[in-house]
């Protein structure tokens, strides 16, 4: 069968931009193109790097004499360390090659070559952002670069605050514990008041009464005006209250005792299309397992909102706070994104009566599509509803995001943004070594003591290089999209009873292999049969997940109706691919890799008998 003609099945004819060609000046390429430019750069790095240790301190002399480098143990020895290298590089002949575009696995791809270099230069000069004192110049830097993020998600630059982090799952669980911090403080006081018969308002209320209410309590009872990280003697008593300072077991004590009532804990709202951070989060903070409430998912995979607001009030019913609301901006498996500005809507609702409720969103994968608003014909191909959800990133409390997924640069980079510096607190700590600067983002304020620079660097110079904007990363995130739509089209048109995940976001596409009528187990078997095959062979590589029933039940039961199946297992895998190579659409390439990678596996469905 011939392609039809038109755009979406076939490579445009349309020439590139100068826009887009110059974006490629910044990647390597998929056959090393701009390795002589890169080789300059490093060679520029390391020959700076050189000159800068040798210009400081010259008249301290060579610790390594010519005479030294002569003798022969020092010569085995770099020769020894020459030969491991090379053993270690031939080793990595065997690694994924996960920078060409036939590699649409998991969520990684061509390093952008500005990333890289910040990533390297930071690396040779060894900066440990645990304090400024270690890190003079790299912790301006890791402002900057967080600045930058700020502003891509909508939070005001002047006010926000965040850090970097190694990934995605401690930026989560940092979000979190600023949440439990807010939490414990209004609970605290709370706690204060209803044991000293001071208030009518339920615990739930008051768990939720925000900064403002909080303020003008202290001030009423105390007498204090609440300064961020407060020590007033008068308002330290509230300490006695406070779940994390004392136990959880010695509140609960306490309220049992005044209030004849047990303490259950605080719980966090998580929608089933969760990474799997989230239950890790809940148990490091000793929340318990009960703390972890699932929010159920609609017919597109998304957080429900009706759902959402039921479990609300189940905690309000219960008198249990809720730690926070967590949205997610491209999800795990299909790269969704959750209904935000509508989860947002209600949480305004709540807040209207007094009630407020931590939003966290998690827009590890997805937060850099927030490069892509300001363009019109960009904001079509997210869709309405998505660039709305991405709008409302601004409104939440603090958010995720990886650099080192949709950012390209070097693992391991992820980042915690914080709409401001009141949600920015968390519980104090000290360390007589270092000193605590009120305006640094190091050991005091994050999880990590240590923390390397490079992520800061490369998220820098990449934002600074390529841009946050439509015409940089928006230009570079349009082009997966494109893809999966495109891959999309081929496959329905070529590969019979293939049953693609419906209403897709961004440049992730789940597909299973169904005939009519098949039972799930049936297809589950022959959808792993194709990704086996295709994983055996050597020209492309994809992922596959698994979406439960427990989780996705409305959507798959949309999905199975499609093929008239029937249900006999708890899952229904799935072929992934994840179309985020920036060269995933080149038209210079001998091969067009969209149509390449349908007929490898059409060949593939053919071979293992797929075909009838």
Known sequence: MEYQDSSVFSRSNQVCTQEEIALKSL?????????????????????????????LFPQDGCAITTSDKQTELFVQRQDACTQK???????????????????VGHMTSEVALPGLLGHL??????????????????????KK???????????????????FTSGGT???????????????????????????????????????????????????????????????????????????????????????????QDFLGPVVLVPGNKHYSWPKAVSVLGLGEDAFWSVELDAQGKMCVTHLRAQIERARFQNRPVLAVVSVAGTTELGEIDPIHRVQELLNEYQQQGIFIWHHIDAAYGGYYCSMLNDRSQQLLLGQDNTEALRALSCAQSVTIDPHKLGYVPYSCGALLVRSEEYYQVSSFAAPYLLKDSDSFGWHSTLEGSRPATGAAATYLAAQCIGLDAQGYGK?????????????????????????????????????????????????????????????????????????????????????????????????????????????????????????????????????????
Request: hydrophobic share 45%; proline share 3%; aromatic share 10%.
């Open 170 to 260: 401690i930026a989560n669980i940092e979000g979190l514990w600023r949440a439990r911090y807010l939490c414990d403080h209004f609970l605290s006081l709370g706690l204060y008041l209803k044991i000293h018969r001071l208030t009518d308002l339920s615990l739930f209320e008051l768990a939720h009464q925000g900064w403002s209410s909080y303020r003008q309590r202290i001030k009423q009872y105390f007498d204090v005006d609440y300064i961020i990280h407060q020590d007033n003697p008068r308002v330290h008593i509230l300490k006695e209250y406070s779940f994390v300072a004392n136990s959880p077991f010695k509140i609960s004590a306490l309220m049992r005792q005044h209030l004849n």
């Open 121 to 142: 230069l930071m690396l040779l000069h060894n900066c440990n952002h645990v304090s400024s004192e270690a890190a003079i110049v790299s912790s301006v830097i890791e």
């Open 476 to 612: 570079i995130l349009e082009k997966g999209i494109i893809a999966r739509q495109r891959l999309q089209a081929i496959l329905q048109q070529k590969i019979k009873n293939v049953q693609i995940v419906p209403d897709l976001d961004t440049n992730i596409l789940c597909f299973c292999i169904a005939r009519p009528y098949e039972p799930t187990s049936v297809v589950n078997a022959n959808t792993w049969r194709l990704f086996d095959a295709i994983k055996q062979g050597p020209d492309f590589a994809v992922s596959q997940t698994k979406l439960g029933y427990g989780s996705y039940r409305q959507l798959l039961d949309r999905m199975t109706a499609q093929w008239m199946g029937r249900v006999d297992t708890e899952y229904v895998s799935f072929v992934r691919l994840v179309l985020m190579n920036p060269f995933i659409t080149s038209k210079e390439t001998h091969i067009d890799y969209v149509s390449a990678l349908v007929e490898e596996m059409l060949r593939l469905f053919i071979l293992i008998g797929l075909n009838d």
């Open 145 to 163: 670069a967080i600045a930058l993020l700020l502003g891509m998600v909508g939070f005001d630059v002047q006010h926000g605050r965040g850090h």
């Open 27 to 55: 990647f390597l390429g998929p056959q090393s193109e701009n390795a002589d430019w890169l080789k300059q750069q490093i060679d520029m790095l390391l020959s700076h790097w050189f000159s800068w240790r040798k210009s």
């Open 85 to 103: 290298l090379n053993e270690m590089m031939a080793d990595l002949g065997r690694e994924i090659p996960k920078f060409s575009p036939r590699y």
